[in-house]
């Protein structure tokens, strides 16, 4: 806004093009899940969310990936019970971004459409979020 109202011409680059530059944030009021194709000042129930930072998985938090045909089978031995679950797994593509919410008490299992090669995303609501390339 502050560049909008300088007066100056503004000049859009658009530097989020390829989808693989996708940040996640997670509100951690409310739970919501925020995507942006690339840097955003997101704010969510009053708080500035920072973007989330992805790690490599350890053995407790590792999902299965199974190619079937032309989908992605995901699951996970993860627990899902009320105090510690996965929130959510992110499938993203050079050109495509589907994510898939998961529920306590419910079934750590996705399937995604593979449109070839790209990063898989999980998040787990007390360890944070993991990241799998295929």
């Known amino acids: 806004m502050p560049e909008l109202l300088s007066g ?3 000049i859009n680059v658009n530097r989020a093009a390829n989808m693989r530059r996708s940040r996640l944030y997670v509100c951690p009021v409310c739970g919501n899940v925020l995507h942006a194709a690339g840097s955003a000042m997101i704010s969510c129930c009053g708080v500035t969310l920072p973007p989330l930072e992805a790690e490599q998985p350890d053995e407790a938090h590792d999902v299965r990936i199974e190619d079937i045909e032309h989908e992605l089978y995901i699951s996970s ?3 899902m019970n009320k105090s510690h679950y996965l929130s ?18 419910g079934n750590a299992e996705a399937r995604f459409f593979r449109g070839g090669h790209g990063i898989l995303y999980w998040y787990c609501n007390r360890h944070g979020l993991f990241f799998k390339r295929f």
């Open 77 to 79: 031995a993860h627990p």
């Open 88 to 105: 959510f797994v992110a499938c993203c593509t050079d050109d495509r971004f589907e994510l898939v919410r998961f529920y306590p008490e």
């Open 8 to 10: 100056e011409q503004v």
